[in-house]
Structure formats: C-alpha cells, structure tokens
C-alpha cells in the first residue's frame, strides 16, 4: 500500500477581539491530522474518519475536507486519479477553534504532496476556503489562512482572498479556554444584527487599526489598548455561561486582552510571555469549574507554520 502523505493543520483563534472574519492567527495545538495515498480505484474517497463521534460524512461533497480537496484536484485536472484520504480528527467540534478550517487546509496540504506539490501553500488557499464553506455556509479566511500558512493574518477582502502576514512578535503567547458546551458557527453567525452603528464602527475600525499598528512596532500598550469588541462579542457573549467572569479572570491576571474565538464558546487570552499566559489560562479555566463547566486549556505561541508535513 502507498504509505502517502501524512498532514498536521492546527487550531486557529479568529476574529483576534476586533478584526472580525478579517483577521486570525494560528495555533500550536490542538489540530487534525489528514492522510492522503494513491489507490487503484478511480477517484476520491474518504476511507476513515477518526475523532467524529460518526459526526461527519463520508460523502466527498458533503466533507469539508473532501470537497476541498476533490476541487484541487480538479483544479489540476487530476479528479480521476484514484486517491483515498483519511481524517483524523484531534480537536472538538464547534468549539471556535477552526475544526472544520483546520481539515480542509491539511487536506488540500496532503493532496498537494501526493501530487508532486505542483502549487505553493498560498496558491493552496482558495480551495480550502471553499472546503470550509461546506461546514458554515459563509466564504471567509480568518481560520483557513492561519491554519494553513501560519502566523496572524489580516485579509483585506475575503471575495478575492487579499491576505496578509502580520508581524510576528518574539514571545506573545495565547491561552484558550474551551469550555465543553457546543456552539456552531451557523447558529453564531445567526444571532448577529445587520445593524452596527456609527459610533460603534468608527471604534472598531480604531481599534482594528490599533492592533494593526502595535503589531508593527511591538507596542503592547497599543496592543491591550486595541484588542477590544464593540460589535461582536456584545452578541455572542450570551450564548457563553460566565463568559465576562472568564474575561475579567484574564485581565486580573495582566493578560492584554480577552475575547471570544471564533464563534465560540473557547476564550483566548493574549499575553505578554509564557508565565502570564500559564495565569490567565488557569484562571480562566479556574473560572468556568468553579461554575460546573468543564473546560480544557490550551496554550501556544502564535504557531508561524501552519500546515506541515509529519
């Protein structure tokens, strides 16, 4: 048998507080790992899912991984060529931390390597995007981009996916709280009004610009000052039990800022070093047991790879 290719794609935090479906950044762990081999039967197929709970489909069409990567290969020209996949999925469903993202970029990553890597990973992201389309309904980079290319990631535009690396600076670690209740997307995504008002924007584009900028020069207090959400996180912080005990956890322990990830319900917390991190975390997750919530912690730097080979 064609042993193939074997694809980590990490956990993504997106939104990052201020920059909703227009920035995120990638994580160490938790992520998913997608096999790809060659076989003698004609086409794709997804041959084993792990890690689902028999949540997902084997139905390419209907597999966010499969749909991304049976577009590559027709993109290639190569959607006859018989190719059999595997999902291994390592991290909770509808948790805010880019699960459906994460296989879809390590799935067009693995179809890439078994077909000789015609394309760079940057060429590989429009397929993926539209692989995560299929988990959410809605075309946006913010886990995508991170998950596969690594870093933070500004996208101008997502319609012609216009992103953008941020810079990285040495020793900003996360902690993220994942608290065991389950949100999806498309239902976080319901309760948001079309309506944000002038005042609102004028600071959230502040803001936005803010983090932009601090990250450029390396100015935390800028940074902390900026990692602020006057739009979303007001809407979604009712489907989080506790979420502004949580929050005021975190910043009581220096973090420098704290806000929902993603969808939700995980909480991330951005932080000066590791130690910070360790505090804010524990007491986060401290938090959410002390209500009857049981929750992981993950904790990271901002992960510059992406989608690796392993």
């Known amino acids: 048998m064609d042993p193939g290719f074997k694809v980590f794609a990490p956990a993504s935090v997106a939104n990052v507080a201020c920059g909703y479906d227009i920035l995120g950044f990638a994580l160490d762990k938790p992520g998913d790992e997608i096999i790809a081999r060659t076989s003698n039967t004609p086409g794709l197929r997804i041959t084993k899912i ?14 966010t991984a499969g749909f991304a990567a049976l577009k590559l290969l027709e993109h290639l020209g190569e959607e006859k060529r018989g190719v059999e996949m595997e999902i291994h999925k390592k991290m909770p469903f509808g948790s805010g931390l880019g699960s459906s993202a994460a296989s879809a970029a390590g799935a067009v990553m693995a179809i890439n390597e078994l077909m000789g890597r015609p394309l760079t990973k940057r060429e590989l992201l429009p397929f993926a995007v539209l692989g995560e389309q299929v988990a959410d309904g809605s075309y946006h980079a913010d886990n995508v981009a991170p998950s596969l290319l690594g870093g933070m990631i500004f996208i101008r535009d997502n319609a012609s996916l216009d992103v953008h690396r941020l810079p990285f600076i040495r020793g900003l670690r996360v902690a993220v709280v994942y608290p065991h209740i389950e949100i999806l997307t498309r239902d976080s995504r319901n309760i948001l009004s079309d309506q944000v008002t002038l005042n609102n924007t004028i600071q959230q584009t502040g803001n936005l610009g803010g983090l932009i900028v601090g990250l450029y020069n390396g100015n935390f207090d800028l940074i902390s000052r900026s990692l602020n959400d006057v739009i979303i996180e007001p809407q979604r912080a009712q489907l989080i039990p506790h979420f502004y005990q949580v929050k005021e956890a975190a910043l009581k322990e220096g973090a420098m800022g704290c806000s929902i990830s ?9 932080c000066h070093n590791s130690l910070e991190a360790e505090n804010a975390g524990q007491a986060m997750q401290k938090t959410f047991i002390d209500n009857g919530i049981e929750c992981d912690l993950f904790l990271s730097s901002i992960n510059q790879e992406g989608a690796f080979l392993c």
């Not at 709970?53 to 069409?61: C, F, I, M």
């Open 262 to 270: 993603g969808a939700g319900p995980s909480i991330f917390a951005l």
């Open 50 to 63: 792990t890690g689902s709970q028999k949540k997902l489909p084997y139905e390419v069409e209907k597999n």
